[in-house]
Nanobody, 123 residues
Framework: QVTLVESGGGLVQAGGSLRLSCTLSGRAFSGYAIAWFRQAPGKEREFVAGISRAGVSESYAESLKGRLTISKDSRSNTVYLQMNSLKPEDTAVYYC????????????????WGQGTQVTVSS
């Protein structure tokens, strides 16, 4: 059983930055691809970014490229999502997810989820 815990969400003004953290425990960190998804009220959960098991391959939602950076620290079993130039439409609950395989953009492919962290961007 893999456990993921997110942190780093909060309230920020448009144009600001946040760094989200996702710490994994319970299994070998190197065996999992980790992804971030987000879900706004009334909308479906959508893929934001993902990083491969080895941490050498990154994937981003096309609409968010250029504003996000995903990274992995194997010493602390933590994946980070740096978000810059935030917009009000980025407001959502952000979830990290683990998959014992390659990165997928489909949330149904993941079997480990964190509890989510709220990001609110004010205009």
């Amino acid at each position: 059983q893999v456990t993921l815990v997110e942190s780093g969400g909060g309230l920020v003004q448009a144009g600001g930055s946040l760094r989200l953290s996702c710490t994994l425990s319970g299994r070998a960190f190197s065996g999992y691809a980790i992804a971030w998804f987000r879900q706004a009220p009334g909308k479906e959960r959508e893929f934001v970014a993902g990083i491969s098991r080895a941490g050498v391959s990154e994937s981003y939602a096309e609409s968010l490229k250029g504003r996000l950076t995903i990274s992995k620290d194997s010493r602390s079993n933590t994946v980070y999502l740096q978000m810059n130039s935030l917009k009000p439409e980025d407001t959502a609950v952000y979830y990290c997810a683990a998959r014992f395989s390659t990165v997928s953009t489909r949330f149904n492919d993941y079997n480990g989820w964190g509890q989510g962290t709220q990001v609110t961007v004010s205009s």
